[in-house]
C-alpha cells in the first residue's frame, strides 16, 4: 500500500479541519437566527470535564427547586466515559442531557440556551444573543496574579475578557474577588455593564453537610477504590503548572512521588494520603497505575471531598479560600515558590497565609506530625481566623439558594448584587493599526501615552499576532491602557459573507448599515469583541483597515473618529508596491466616511488637501486635523544607546561595519532617513541626489534606515550608480533613534506624508532636517527650522549641499508645549473638550 507523503497528509488535515470549521460555523450561525427557548439553560465547567464546580452546585439547586421543574439542562461533557457515574444518574432523565465541546449539539444549544453558565470561558465564536442571560462563576478566589496583572500579552486574557464582557453577572466569592478579580486584574471598572453577585460561592455549600453526608462522600470515595478504612483525610490538592492553561505542564511523576515521600513521614495507621489535581492535569495523572488508590476521581465534585477531608496541603490553589470554611488546617508545599512566584505572582505573601508554608515534604510531614498531635500553631491560628473573616464571610451552606434568587427569580432585596466601580472618566477605545513597526504604529504608541489618563479612560483594540516585532510593539503600550485582542473571527453564514466580500471587492462597504442582514452581521461582531460595553469615543487611528473601519461604527451611542495619515486618495493610487489588495481595501472604505463623525487628518495642510480630495465622500465640516504626538523621553533614552549595541546582529554578535564608520563622529558626514522602503517614499530620488551630492564630496555617506517591497530595486540602483560603498540600505532596525543620534543630518524625499514621525524624531534629536515640499512639509517644521527644496533630484541635493555649508537652520524642539498643543487638538478631534477650555 503506497503511504501518501507528510505534506499531503498535513494538507488533507488542514483541509477536512477546515471544512469541520465551516459546518460549525454554519451550524452555529443556522441556530443563533431561531428562537431563544428561555427553559433552557447550558452548563460548562472546565471546558466540559465533568459536572463540576459552581455550575454543578447550581444545576442541582436548580433540579431540588420546585418552581423551575420545568427546565431543561444541557451539560458540556468532553468524555462520558470518564463521568460515568453522573452519566448514569441521568440517563433516564429526559430534563438532562449532555453534548460534547465544539459539536453541532453545542453550538446549537450555546445559541439557543435561554441561559448560561459557565465557570471559565466560552470559546472564541461564541457572542450572547439579546435575551440570553449569561452567568460567569469564575472558578476561585485568586492567589495568583491574574488577568493583566501577570503582565503578559492581551492575547493570554483576550478570550476572558470577552466573556466577562458578555455577562450578565459575574460571581464573586468575597469583597476582594470584586475588586482585585474583576475591577483591577481584568480591569472591568468603568467599562463593565452587567452586575457582580457577592454572596458566597454555591460549591463550598457542600462542605456544609452533617456527619451523615460526610460518611456518605467517604462511602463514594471507597465506592472508587479510595482506601480510607476509617482513617483520616489528608487531602493534597495542588494547582496546575504551566504558561497556558490550555496546555498545562504534565507534573504528574512529581506530584505522586511527594505522596509516596509523605506516606512513609506520617502515621499512615491514622492518615491517608488522597491527591486531588486539578481540572486540566487529570487527564495525565488518571493514566498511571501508581495514582490507583491514590487519585480523587475528576467527577467527584472538589467542595464535596473537602467536607471529608480533615487537613488540606496545597500550593497556590484558590481550593484553601474554601477550605477555610472548615476551620480545619491547612499547609502549603511550595518547592518552586520563588520561580513560580516571580513568574505569575502572588497577590498575598507567604507570611500571610493561613499555614505553614514548606519547600520539602520532609518539612511538610513535621508540620503534619505537630499539627496531628497539638493542632495548628497559635500565630497561624491567627492569621487562619482572619482570613476566615475576609474571604468566607458570606460562605453558609446557602449561597446557591441566594444565586438562584437574583438569577433565575429576579429577587434582588437584602442581597450583594450591583455593577463594577465607576468613575466621571469619559471611555475611550482606540483601534491603534497592526502595531507592525511603522509611522502609524509609533503615533499611535505617543497618543496613548501621552494622554491625560486621570482625565480619559483609555482602551486599545489590536488584531491578535505572535509575530516578535508586534509582541515588542504591544509590550509599550502605556500600562494605564486596557488592551483588548481581537481572538477569533466573525460569526454568520457563509452567504453572509459572500455577499460582505462581494461589497468590498465593489468598493462598497455601506451595506453594512443599510442592509438588515449585514448589519446584523457586524453588530453580533462587535458584541462578540467587546460584550455590552460602551465608549464615548471610538476610534479607528489606522484608517486602512475595512474590517476595524467598519467595525467601530458599530460601538453603540459612541462619537466615532477615523484617522486620515496621509492624502488618502494618492495612498489609494499606489500601485507599484505589491499592495494592490489593501489599497483596493481603502477606496472601499471612503464608502464609510460620511458615517463617522470626524474625519481626523494629520496637520492642517493634510486637511484641506482631504476635504477637497474626498468631497464626494464626506461634507467639509467632518474634516478636522490633529497633529501627531511624540514621546521626546523615550526617543532620547533610546538615542542614548551606543550605536554598536543598537545594530549588533543578535545571531552572529557582530557590528555592521557601516556602524563602525559612525561611531565617534569620525570626518565622513552622514545624512540620515528613516522610512517604509515603498513608492512613495520615493528613495530612488534620494539616492540619485546622492549620487549627485557624492561626485562633489566623496567624504559623504547616506544610510537608509527601513525595509520594504523596493529593496532590491533600490540595491539595483545603487550598484547601477557605483555608490555602494558610499549608500547603506540599514533595513529595518530596532532603534533607529541611535542611528539618527550619530548621524550628522536627516534628509526626507517623500512624495506626500501626513506628517513624518521620524522628521519630528529628528527635530528632537537637534539633527538638522533637509525635506522636499510635500503638501504638510511647512505644518510638519517649525518657523524657521529645517530646509524645504524642491521636490527633485537637483532640490535635494542642493538640500544636502545647503547642509554642508552651514545652510540649515536649527533651534530646539519645544516637545513639552508641542505635545500640549497637540493633545488639544486631539481631543477637539474626537469631540471632547480641550484640556485648555
Not at 155 to 169: C, E, M, P
Amino acid at each position: 500500500m503506497q503511504i501518501l507523503p507528510r505534506t499531503v497528509l498535513v494538507r488533507v488535515k488542514r483541509f477536512v479541519s477546515r471544512l469541520r470549521q465551516a459546518a460549525v460555523s454554519e451550524v452555529y450561525a443556522f441556530w443563533r437566527r431561531r428562537p431563544i427557548d428561555r427553559n433552557v439553560v447550558l452548563y460548562e465547567s472546565f471546558s466540559g470535564n465533568g459536572l463540576l464546580d459552581n455550575p454543578e452546585a447550581i444545576f442541582r439547586g436548580l433540579r431540588a427547586a420546585p418552581d423551575f421543574t420545568h427546565l431543561k439542562h444541557v451539560w458540556v461533557l468532553t468524555n462520558e466515559r470518564e463521568n460515568l457515574t453522573v452519566v448514569h444518574e441521568f440517563a433516564r432523565d429526559p430534563s438532562v442531557r449532555f453534548v460534547r465541546p465544539n459539536s453541532l449539539g453545542y453550538y446549537r444549544a450555546l445559541a439557543t440556551s435561554g441561559y448560561l453558565i459557565n465557570n471559565a470561558t466560552f470559546p472564541v465564536q461564541f457572542s450572547k444573543r439579546g435575551g440570553q442571560v449569561y452567568l460567569n462563576t469564575w472558578h476561585g478566589t485568586p492567589l495568583k496574579r491574574m488577568g493583566y496583572d501577570i503582565g503578559d500579552r492581551a492575547s493570554r486574557v483576550g478570550n476572558v475578557i470577552r466573556n466577562f464582557l458578555s455577562a450578565d453577572y459575574l460571581l464573586a466569592a468575597n469583597r476582594f474577588m470584586t475588586e482585585q478579580m474583576y475591577e483591577n486584574a481584568h480591569l472591568l471598572r468603568n467599562i463593565y455593564r452587567g452586575e457582580i453577585i457577592e454572596e458566597g460561592y454555591p460549591r463550598i455549600d457542600h462542605q456544609f453537610t452533617d456527619s451523615s453526608g460526610v460518611a456518605s462522600i467517604i462511602h463514594r470515595l471507597e465506592g472508587v477504590g479510595l482506601p480510607i478504612d476509617g482513617r483520616k483525610i489528608i487531602l493534597y490538592a495542588p494547582t496546575w503548572k504551566g504558561e497556558s492553561f490550555a496546555k498545562p505542564k504534565d507534573d504528574a511523576d512529581e506530584l505522586i512521588s511527594r505522596v509516596t515521600e509523605l506516606e512513609t513521614l506520617i502515621d499512615t495507621n491514622r492518615y491517608v494520603v488522597l491527591l486531588k489535581v486539578h481540572q486540566v492535569v487529570y487527564k495525565f495523572a488518571a493514566a498511571g497505575a501508581e495514582f490507583q488508590g491514590r487519585l480523587v476521581p475528576n467527577e467527584i465534585p472538589t467542595n464535596a471531598v473537602l467536607a471529608a477531608t480533615d487537613i488540606l496541603v496545597t500550593d497556590y490553589s484558590s481550593i484553601f479560600f474554601d477550605f477555610l470554611t472548615t476551620g480545619r488546617p491547612i499547609a502549603f508545599l511550595t518547592p518552586d515558590i520563588c520561580d513560580y512566584a516571580g513568574y505569575r505572582g502572588l497577590y498575598m505573601e507567604p507570611e500571610e497565609w493561613p499555614g505553614p508554608v514548606v519547600r520539602t515534604v520532609r518539612e511538610l510531614a513535621v508540620e503534619l506530625n505537630l499539627i496531628a498531635r497539638s493542632g495548628q500553631r497559635t500565630e497561624i491560628t491567627s492569621r487562619y481566623l482572619t482570613m476566615r473573616k475576609k474571604y468566607s464571610g458570606h460562605e453558609d451552606g446557602g449561597a446557591t439558594g441566594r444565586v438562584i434568587d437574583i438569577v433565575f427569580r429576579g429577587r434582588r432585596d437584602g442581597y450583594t448584587v450591583g455593577p463594577v466601580d465607576r468613575d466621571e472618566r469619559p471611555s475611550i477605545l482606540v483601534h491603534v493599526g497592526s502595531l507592525r513597526p511603522d509611522g502609524i504604529t509609533t503615533s499611535a504608541l505617543n497618543l496613548l501615552t501621552a494622554i491625560d489618563h486621570d482625565r480619559f479612560d483609555v482602551s486599545a483594540v489590536f488584531s491578535n499576532s505572535r509575530m516578535s516585532a508586534v509582541l515588542e510593539k504591544q509590550g509599550q503600550i502605556h500600562f494605564s491602557v486596557r488592551q483588548f485582542v481581537r481572538v477569533g473571527g466573525m460569526n454568520g453564514s457563509k452567504i453572509d459573507h459572500v455577499i460582505r466580500r462581494l461589497h468590498w471587492y465593489r468598493g462598497d462597504l455601506s451595506s453594512h448599515s443599510h442592509d438588515p442582514r449585514q448589519k446584523r452581521l457586524w453588530d453580533d461582531e462587535w458584541t462578540r469583541c467587546f460584550g455590552s460595553s460602551r465608549f464615548d469615543y471610538a476610534i479607528d487611528f489606522s484608517g486602512y483597515g475595512p474590517l476595524w473601519a467598519t467595525l467601530m461604527l458599530h460601538a453603540p451611542l459612541a462619537k466615532r473618529s477615523i484617522w486620515l495619515h496621509n492624502t488618502m486618495t494618492a495612498d489609494a493610487h499606489r500601485s507599484n508596491d505589491k499592495r494592490r489588495r489593501q489599497l483596493k481595501s481603502l477606496t472601499s472604505i471612503f464608502s464609510l466616511y460620511h458615517e463617522y463623525d470626524h474625519l481626523v487628518s494629520v496637520s492642517p495642510a493634510l486637511e484641506e488637501i482631504n476635504a477637497d480630495k474626498l468631497a464626494q465622500f464626506a461634507p467639509h465640516e467632518k474634516f478636522v486635523s490633529a497633529r501627531n504626538l511624540v514621546n521626546a523621553a523615550q526617543v532620547r533614552s533610546d538615542a542614548a544607546i551606543d550605536i554598536r549595541e543598537a545594530v549588533r546582529v543578535s545571531t552572529t554578535g557582530e557590528v555592521p561595519s557601516w556602524a563602525n564608520g559612525l561611531v565617534g563622529k569620525s570626518t565622513l558626514v552622514h545624512f540620515v532617513t528613516v522610512g517604509r522602503l515603498s513608492s512613495e517614499k520615493n528613495h530612488a530620488q534620494l539616492i540619485r541626489a546622492f549620487a549627485q551630492l557624492h561626485v562633489q564630496r566623496s567624504d559623504t555617506r547616506l544610510v537608509i534606515v527601513g525595509d520594504g517591497p523596493l529593496r532590491t530595486h533600490l540595491e539595483d540602483l545603487i550598484r547601477e550608480l557605483g555608490i555602494e560603498d558610499s549608500v547603506t540600505l540599514a533595513g529595518h532596525q530596532k532603534n533607529p533613534y541611535a542611528i539618527m543620534a550619530v548621524a550628522d543630518c536627516f534628509v526626507l524625499s517623500s512624495d506626500y506624508e501626513g506628517q513624518p514621525m521620524a522628521l519630528l524624531e529628528a527635530l528632537i534629536l537637534n539633527l538638522p532636517v533637509v525635506t522636499v515640499a510635500f503638501s504638510s512639509a511647512r505644518n510638519a517644521l517649525p518657523e524657521g527650522v529645517g530646509l524645504i527644496v524642491p521636490a527633485t533630484e537637483q532640490g535635494l541635493a542642493a538640500g544636502m549641499s545647503a547642509y554642508l555649508a552651514g545652510s540649515v537652520p536649527t533651534a530646539k524642539f519645544d516637545d513639552l508645549n508641542y505635545n500640549a498643543a497637540s493633545l488639544d487638538q486631539f481631543q477637539s478631534a474626537i469631540g471632547a473638550t480641550p484640556t485648555n477650555q
